[in-house]
Each structure stands twice: as structure tokens, then as C-alpha cells.
């Protein structure tokens, strides 16, 4: 059938026709923001399911922004991809159809976003381990090192996703760092702007970064790892909405997370630093070693025995994910999609403080990634200290 | 037409009735060396034509190995793509056909392969000069800094080259570093090819340069650009036989002509080596400036006008391609594919020495690639001091 976004009664009526459900009385509820899918939250006796279902544009901020469906496609792919190798973190897909770009999946509401959990003082002691052997599961079964060249240039040709690629180069890497009109800048936050727009340094590394991010295609990335992406309670964790899937460098999921680690220290930074520090400790403790043992049990090319070579892989992928890191910190300060992280502080000037050290975070992890071969190493950043080396 | 190998009758059946030639009486001769394809030169009257069709398997010491056919068309794809941005060095295409897996183009015969040329006492004094505008022009006008990310995108989804980039994988990065069956390691060498064995830093750095080569998708590739691709006379110059293109590395077709420039000057290297290493500087300040000009002239990433950032970008091209010239001068000393810049030399001692000299100038530039920043830093380098650090 022809594309055409969906009622609620629609949504029913589909996944009866699948047998997804019965002939018992069903209801349905649009749950999505509406900013680019339709998510219907369907009930019928005690099945519960979700269609989601892509639209042909990008509501965002007063525009209009053409995007291909093909996302929806996509997206469904990459979950079944990543469940195949992470299953317990990953949602079940019960139905796809590429024409009309909708997916029928796992309702996940016994469950909670993790960032508006957080916002409400949940803690999810498991989170930062779940991600990181998501990561390092996903990240390397995707890999050259676990399909071989040949098998990775087959899974790789299924995820041409330029519409979306091109929505994160421009609002990850180009608008925040020139006075662009997508930019959101608090009133007060102008002069460290300022600043931040005359650091050729800074700038020239944010160019490298994006440089890496359109042409190192290391493995099938989730592409929007934030806090807002996963689902979780105390103890599982489910990761949503890879409609940004693509072939890129290894370090960026991992880079996203770490950031939005840090927002989320930023509501109560006295209470939550240590915790969130801690947290981060664990999620690439998680990954480093997951990653290490998949690798010395399952990479199929010849030189994964060459001694060494792992760490250098891994030095790699965390120098990657801390500039990657720092341009998350910085353009959801400054750029588009802000987080409520930072715009839910209530006071003014606390607000304005928080913003001015995730710019500062940001700018120096992304300077001074370089230096940074082992995790401790990051430890020893003091972001007071000056930024002009 | 389904595919099979023609005859030279079927040959000239087929640019007849293309009407590439008329009805007059035509002589077909196949001049290919078997390994690949068949090239047939067809003379009718004065018109003169080149017919090329891929073999279904790689006819390679003593083995039979399958390959696509799609390399016939990925070749011709990549022809027509170089010849839009650096006319005067490559043959025109004037048919193609995707399943019988031929192209029909230009004759060259009125030049001469350069390695041929050169072992024969030829002097080429553009041939530097030419390649290093048609590598920077080709590479620059294919990347993400000419076309865009989605421009890119959509261009690299026509060279899905799997079955070609494996050969290459196997033939430069893995099988000489250890004892494989395709080797061919001259007797009186086995003491160095050990020692190159035993060398677990060596053997790290070529695993990394792999993962570039597979991973890092700048730029629409030659891939195979050594002496045996180039026709050229004192004039003029063209690049052929580009089916192993795909996206890979800036470095790679840089690295692959500077091993070639330097195999070059093996049968004679008292007389010859100050003239190849003149090549060589003609080459990368060529290569260097043009791409520099076309990146101020014509990129269209915003941060373009970031200073200093092109100069970083081509320090790490020339980092890489110093890498990737390494891998290139020990395969083509000990693999598969040994060059007969080489293997012509008659005395045995001689033959062995620069053998030895190749395989410590490729150990070098894998291992301290890192230290060229600028091209006079390749100066420095003594090959000679000790190779340990």
C-alpha cells in the first residue's frame, strides 16, 4: 500500500490484518513528540505493541525539513542487526513494511526514558554496564574484525542513510560553532560563544572530528545515543530509535553516551559528579573489556593475534569518543536540540554556570583528546585550567 | 547478451555492431596478459580500439581464483568519473556493457607502460607532474570536501568492490608478514623476512594501515596505481585499469606511486636513485599544491576556511600514504606479485641487496610514518641507522 501517515484507528487496523492481535476490542494512543515519527501505543486484552511509523519530514523549531522515509527501514534493520548480538538490550521487532515506513515492536512502558527518569532522581545502577556491553557487543559484531571485509561491505551497503548523517554533520559539527540560525543561545552565554567562535584550534579539531565521522566506517553505529534513547529500569535496559544508523567510527556512540553522562550531572553537579564520574568509569570499563575479550575469542583477521594491537584499537576509539564527546557537550548548549539537563535548572544564574562549564568540558576534550591514551588519563584533566594549549 | 568470454571475431562482431567502426575489413589481436581480462586491439581502417572484458576468475600461479564480474563496470563507472575532473590523463570510454562485462575505449598503443619504459632506459620528465595533479584532482573531486557528505554518499554507492579489495587486503597487508603459500621469497632472503616476522611493532602498524585502507572512506580510490597502469610518452600521460576502485584512504594511490618511484630506481641505483627521489618531491609538491588550490577554490564544507586545516589533512595524507608506500615495497619484494624492477636485475648479489634495501625502506616508512610532517622530513631519514625505535 501507499505511503500514508496513519489515524489510530489505522494502527489497529494494521496489526489485526497481521495478526498481531486478535479480534478482541483494541485502542490506540499517538505517544510520539511529532517531531519526525507517529508512535501509537496499541492495546488489545493483555497484548500490548508498538507501531511506529516514520514521517515524510522533520518538524523542528518554526521549519520544515524534507526526510526520507527510507529511515524507517533502516531503523528496523539496524534493531534486528543489533539484537542479534546484544539481545537483551534491544527492543523486539514483530513486523516492518518499507513502503508505508512503519514497524511494529515490543511496547516497552513498563519501562522508563532514562533521561527524564534521572531528571526525577531515579537512579539505574545497571545502566552504564548494560550500554557499554551493548556498545562493545554491537560496535564489534558490525566490525571488520568480526565480518571480515567482504561481510562487513555486504551488512554496510544496507545502511545508506545520507539524510540523517547529513542532519548530525550540520547540527553536531558545523552550526554550533559559527552563528548559525538553528543555534539556541541563552541571553548571558554570549561572550563564552564569542569565544568559543574565535578558537581556530578548537575549530580546526571539531573539522578533523567531522571528518572522521563521514569517512571512518568502523562499524554500524545506534548514530543518537543519548539519555533519551534508552529505556531502563533498576534492572534492564533497552536501546530505541537507531534511525540514525550508519557505517561510522567506532568512538561516536560511545562519545554520545559519555556526554550525556555528563549532562546528567549537571541538574545537582555538587550531589551528582561523583556519580556520573563513577558512572562513566564503569560503562568503558564495560566496553574496553568486552570489547578485549570478543576480540581475543572472535575477530576473524589474521593480525588480531599481533600483541598490543588491541590496546592501540582501544586508545583509538576512546581519543575518538572524547572529541566526539565534546562537541555533543557542546551543541546541546548551544545548538538545536537543547536537553532539559541543563534548561530545567530553574535558577538563572546556576543555569548560565552549567552551560559555561559544558562549553569548557567540551572545547577541552576535544583540544586535548590527543593526550588522553588510557581513561585515568581523563582523570587528570582539570577543565579550570587553561584552555590555550 | 549473456556473458561469455569473447573471441576476437566476437570482438569485432561487437564494436561493429555499436557502430564504433564501419564495414570495413578489421583485425582484432588480444594483447591482454591473461591474468584478469582479455584486452583486444581492433584496427579497422584508421580507427583504433580497445576492447576489454573481465574474466570470471584471477588466473594466478597456479590457482584458480573466482571473481565478480561487476569490476568491468565498476572500471568503466570509475574511468568516466576520473575523466570529469582530470580529462588529459585518462583513455576515453566510448561503450560499455554490464553484462557481457566489456568497456570499449581509447588505444594507447602510441604510448608506452612506464615500467616497461623506464627498465628499458625511457625518460618520462611529466610523468610525476601528472600523476600528482590526476591524484589530486581525482581524490579531491571525489571526497566529501568536493562533493559534500550526501553528494559523497551517493557516489560511493556505486563502488561496492568486495571481491577486489579483498585481494588487496590479503596481497599488501596480511600474507607477507607472515609465512604464507602466495609468498615468494627469493633464497638468501630468508634471514631478513624472518627478522620482518619476528617484528611485533612492524606487524602492529601494518595492521592499523589495514584498517585504514578498509575502514577510512575519503576519496574514490584508483587502487592499483603502480608503474604497470601508467601509459605515457615525453608528453602525455594516462591512467589506466582502475577496477580495483572503491572509496578508501587519500594515502593509498599516493603511497602505492611513490613504492613504484622508488622500485624504479632498483636496476640502477647509483645512477637512478637521485633522479626517482627528484620524481618523488615533483610528485607530492604537485600532488600538495593542487589539492591545496582546489580545497581554497572549490570545497564546500563550511569549515574549509578554518586555517591550517588543510595543511593538517595533507600531512595526514602523506603520513598515511608513507604507510601504505611500506606495505607496497615489502609485498612487491617478497608476495605475490614481485616487479620486475627487480627481479630483471641479473646478478644474484645485487638482485638480493636491493631486495634487502626495499624491505628496510618499507619497515621504515610503516614504523616512523608518524614523524613526517612535511615531505623534507621523509629527507631525513637515514635507512641505514638503526630501525629498532
Redesign the interface.
Known amino acids: 500500500m501507499a505511503y500514508q501517515a496513519f489515524t489510530e484507528q489505522d494502527a489497529i487496523k494494521r496489526v489485526r490484518e497481521l495478526g498481531l492481535i486478535g479480534q478482541e476490542e483494541a485502542t490506540a494512543e499517538e505517544i510520539g513528540d511529532g517531531n519526525l515519527n507517529l508512535v501509537f501505543r496499541i492495546q488489545a486484552g493483555k497484548e500490548r505493541l508498538i507501531l511506529k511509523q516514520a514521517l515524510p519530514y522533520a518538524k523542528v523549531v518554526g521549519e520544515s525539513w524534507p526526510l526520507s522515509l527510507e529511515r524507517a527501514w533502516i531503523e528496523q534493520l539496524a534493531l534486528k542487526e543489533f539484537a542479534k548480538y546484544a539481545t537483551p538490550f534491544v527492543p523486539r521487532v514483530f513486523h516492518a513494511s518499507h513502503e508505508e515506513a512503519y514497524t511494529v515492536m515490543e511496547d516497552l512502558s513498563h519501562l522508563q526514558i532514562v533521561r527524564t527518569g534521572l531528571l526525577a532522581g531515579e537512579t539505574y545502577p545497571l545502566l552504564a554496564e548494560h550500554v557499554g556491553s551493548y556498545l562493545a557487543r554491537t560496535l564489534f559484531f558490525t566490525s ?1 574484525f568480526a565480518l571480515g ?2 561481510g ?3 551488512v554496510a ?1 544496507d545502511y ?1 542513510n ?2 540523517l ?2 542532519i548530525t ?1 550540520k547540527l553536531i ?2 552550526d554550533p ?2 552563528d548559525a540560525e538553528t543555534n539556541n543561545i541563552e541571553s548571558g552565554l554570549e561572550t563564552d560563544v564569542q569565544q568559543l567562535w574565535q578558537d ?1 584550534k578548537l ?2 579539531e ?3 572530528l ?2 572522521l565521522f ?5 562499524a554500524l553505529l545506534h548514530g543518537d545515543l543519548h539519555t533519551g534513547s534508552i529505556f531502563a529500569s533498576a534492572g534492564e535496559t533497552k536501546i530505541i530509535d537507531p534511525e540514525f544508523a550508519f557505517y561510522g567510527p567506532f568512538g561516536f556512540d560511545v562519545g554520545q553516551f559519555i556526554a550525556h553522562l555528563c549532562f546528567a550531572a549537571y541538574p545537582n553537579y555538587a550531589e551528582l559528579r561523583e556519580t556520573r564520574v563513577k558512572d562513566i568509569d564503569t560503562f568503558w570499563l564495560t566496553f574496553a573489556s568486552t570489547f578485549t575479550a570478543l576480540w581475543e575469542r572472535e575477530a576473524v ?3 588480531r593475534t ?4 588491541v590496546d ?2 582501544l586508545s583509538t576509539i576512546l581519543q575518538d569518543a572524547l572529541g566526539f564527546a565534546g562537541c555533543e557537550l557542546i551543541r546541546r548548549t548551544i545548538g538545536l536540540a537543547p536537553v532539559a539537563d541543563l534548561e530545567q535548572i530553574e535558577d538563572a544564574a546556576t543555569r548560565l554556570e552549567r552551560k559555561r562549564h559544558a562549553l569548557r568540558l567540551g572545547t577541552v576534550l576535544i583540544k586535548r583528546r590527543g593526550e588522553c591514551k588510557t581513561f585515568t588519563d581523563l582523570r587528570n584533566f582539570d577543565v579550570t585550567e587553561e584552555l590555550s594549549r
Open positions: 571488520d571485509p567482504v562487513k561491505k555486504q551497503r545508506y545520507p539524510d548523517c547529513d554533520e559539527f558545523t560553532f559559527y581556530e575549530k580546526r571539531v573539522a578533523k567531522e571528518t563521514i569517512t571512518k566506517g568502523e583477521e589474521p593480525f599481533v600483541p598490543g594491537l592501540d584499537v
